[in-house]
């Protein structure tokens, strides 16, 4: 019986994570589950679940749980978190929080000797060497989460020592494929919204739209895989089937594929490297339904900046990864709120990752500070 952690139960990953855990509970078991806003929906996990603990973001909300299930521990805050993603009675954490959130949790996760089911790209982003660093000390897992990282794994697996020429790393391509750069001044939040293949929360929505979740995901690729980021090309494939691939230096090239489905890799992680049943809760791929084919494209920098903004930021290192990230995070927001056009995310990200100093040889202090900073530099400027 593997005990999970679930960070961020109550969103999209962690939704899909315990219908996993419901169907396979002789081999599963929910330890820990978290949430920052959604309590009613939390209620009804730990009805069903039953976790040993759970943290909440307001601690008015913990004293309300704790009133409720006096058999439950009920945290709270950032320390809550560290604490159920540190818990003795636990084997595993999967961290679906969104954003820099995500950090401490995983350090002190890694520092207790915890494997883990990776689905907060930011955390990599942000602090790549702090987390491959301690993963290696600590000797534990990193299993990936996200539908192209875990196919990369999955193409890697059988590698046998041999050299890897290219990752090849897929993207849909979003809302706005083919648009053209005057194009994108137009475009609305109804329609940053309505992503094509999956459905996925608001600022991963809009991460997509704009491309830099594809942008984030290729630094990301970079830290799980230790390659060189021109090693890493990203291909628009619009039909999402072929989740990413792999080619080695014979020219053969190895890719995993399936329906837009995040229940499998979400179950890969879990089970690694035994693969589960997953009849009943997801789909097999009928090739022959695939009547356009399937199409790919390079990617258009040009149109879409934010690409190569992750590349240099890749290059570049120390603060220019952290940067790029928490200020997006920030335009992203805006835009969800309405304050600010679609363009500007990304016109204002190329203004900031031109103008920044990097500061480099950052500990976990100071990879916060660098987050903090430019959130309230970004927050200013509008």
């Known amino acids: 019986m593997k005990k999970i952690s679930i960070l961020g139960s109550t969103g999209s990953i962690g939704s899909q994570a315990l219908a996993i855990i419901e169907q396979h509970e002789d081999k599963f078991q929910a330890a820990a589950l978290s949430c920052a806003k959604q309590i009613d929906l939390l209620r009804i996990q730990i009805e069903r679940f039953r976790p040993q603990a759970v943290c909440v973001a307001e601690e008015a909300d913990a004293r309300r749980l704790s009133a409720q299930y006096p058999g439950i521990e009920i945290f709270y805050g ?9 818990m003795e009675d636990c084997d ?51 299993l990936p989460v996200d539908s192209e990282h875990s196919a990369i794994f999955q193409c890697l697996q059988g590698r046998a020592g041999n050299e890897v020429k290219r990752i090849i790393l897929t993207a849909s391509g979003g809302p706005f494929r083919g648009y053209r750069l005057e194009q994108l001044e137009e475009v ?15 600022k991963i929505t809009i991460d997509s739209a704009t491309m830099m979740n594809k942008g984030l995901e290729v630094i990301e690729a970079k830290w799980l895989f230790d390659v060189p980021v021109d090693k890493i090309q990203v291909v628009v494939h619009p039909q999402s089937i072929l989740h990413s691939a792999v080619e080695y230096r014979d020219g053969s090239v190895i890719g995993q594929m399936g329906n837009p489905d995040m229940k499998v890799p979400i179950a890969y992680a879990f089970s690694y490297p035994e693969r589960l049943d997953l009849e009943g809760i997801t789909e097999s791929l009928d090739f022959f339904g695939l009547q356009s084919g399937l199409n790919f494209y390079p990617a258009d920098r040009e149109v879409f900046k934010t690409i190569g903004l992750a590349y240099e930021a890749c290059k570049m290192g120390g603060s220019y990864p952290v940067v790029l990230n928490g200020a997006n995070e920030v335009l992203a927001d805006l835009f969800l709120q309405g304050k600010i056009r679609f363009i500007d995310i990304q016109n204002t990200l190329v203004r900031i990752m031109d103008g920044h100093q990097p500061v480099y040889d950052l500990d976990l202090a100071g990879v916060l500070e660098e987050d ?10 509008f």
């Open 78 to 86: 950032a320390e809550g978190l560290q604490a159920i993603a540190s």
């Open 92 to 142: 595993m954490v999967l961290n679906a929080l969104m954003g820099m959130r995500g950090l401490a949790p995983t350090l002190a996760a890694i520092c207790a000797g915890k494997d883990i089911a990776f689905a907060n790209k930011e955390t990599l982003v942000a602090g790549g060497a702090l987390v491959m660093d301690a993963a290696k000390k600590a000797g534990v897992k990193l």
């Open 188 to 202: 609305t939040l109804e329609q940053a919204l309505k992503h094509p293949n999956w459905s996925m929360g608001k």
């Open 372 to 381: 903090r900073r430019i959130r309230e530099k970004v927050r200013n400027m």
